[in-house]
């Protein structure tokens, strides 16, 4: 019997009643040269008296693409002054990403009474290293993690949009929300811009343009194939709530467009639909 995922059921029955939430996710990533890529994510998840932590890794080489996720997921990625490590022995998973001159950033995206989301992006950009089995990826890397007292239905977004692009020696990230609270953040090289625009394939401000081009699907579908649905319970509970998460995540060619200056690379990004 899975006693997690009957907990989770359970408490999905009382949400009228308010939630205790807290949910920490990282993200970290790394693009090869070759155009191979591989996503890992860790999370741990409490909510009234369900505790659990849940890691997976989605690998995208020679054309496919392999997901795999564990809820057997040894410690948490960790941080020390520059470098970024990770391991998860129920996934064969071992990587480490070592931040380039960029500094950290911190940011409260939403805050309400009752709590409030937090996002940190560690690295804009790192020199990564990552294993899954037998294959190994080395390239340009991100990590982030996000904090949240604030369960997703509690949150002002109808449509979320995602990205991280890298260039040689500069990096562009941006999330964007629409809903009753609009939200948006553009950082270059880890300075935020003002007077921003992104879409689904661009991403400007006053003086830097990125382009995204020949996207290649990483995940498209509703919340229950994805690593959040795929907890046991979760995504039945979130569908109790009446609300509906769908989310496309590309890797795709970007060009960055700046002073004259053109630069080539590549980006991992998404939009989430709430409706």
Request: glycine residues 10%; proline residues 4%.
């Amino acid at each position: 019997m899975n006693t997690g995922n009957l907990r989770i059921e359970r408490e999905a029955d009382d949400i009228a009643a308010g939630e205790r939430f807290y949910l920490v996710k990282w993200y970290l990533d790394c693009v090869g040269e070759h155009g191979e890529a591989l996503i890992a994510y860790w999370a741990e998840l409490r909510w009234h008296r369900l505790a659990l932590s849940y890691a997976s890794v989605m690998l995208f080489a020679d054309g496919n693409l392999r997901d795999r996720s564990t809820l057997h997921t040894g410690q948490a990625p960790k941080l020390g002054r520059d470098l970024v490590e990770w391991s998860c022995d129920a996934l064969d998973a071992h990587g480490f990403w070592k931040a380039s001159t960029e500094p950290s950033i911190g940011r409260v995206l939403y805050r309400r009474k009752k709590g409030v989301l937090q996002w940190h992006c560690l690295q804009p950009l790192a020199e990564a290293s990552v294993r899954c089995g037998k294959q190994e990826v080395s390239g340009s890397g991100y990590t982030e993690c996000l904090t949240s007292t604030l369960a997703p239905w509690r949150l002002p977004i109808e449509e979320l949009r995602w990205g991280r692009a890298h260039f040689p020696g500069h990096s562009v990230v941006w999330i964007d929300w629409t809903g009753p609270e609009p939200m948006r953040l553009v950082l270059v090289d880890a300075r935020e811009s003002v007077g921003t625009q992104v879409t689904d394939t661009l991403v400007s401000t006053p003086t830097t343009t990125v382009t995204l081009s020949g996207q290649r699907v990483l995940r498209r579908g509703p919340v229950g194939g994805s690593s959040l649905g795929s907890i046991p319970g979760v995504g039945k509970a979130i569908s109790r709530t009446g609300l509906l998460i769908d989310e496309q995540k590309w890797l795709s060619s970007a060009m960055l467009e700046e002073g004259g200056m053109t630069l080539h690379g590549s980006a991992i990004h998404e939009v989430v639909r709430w409706r």
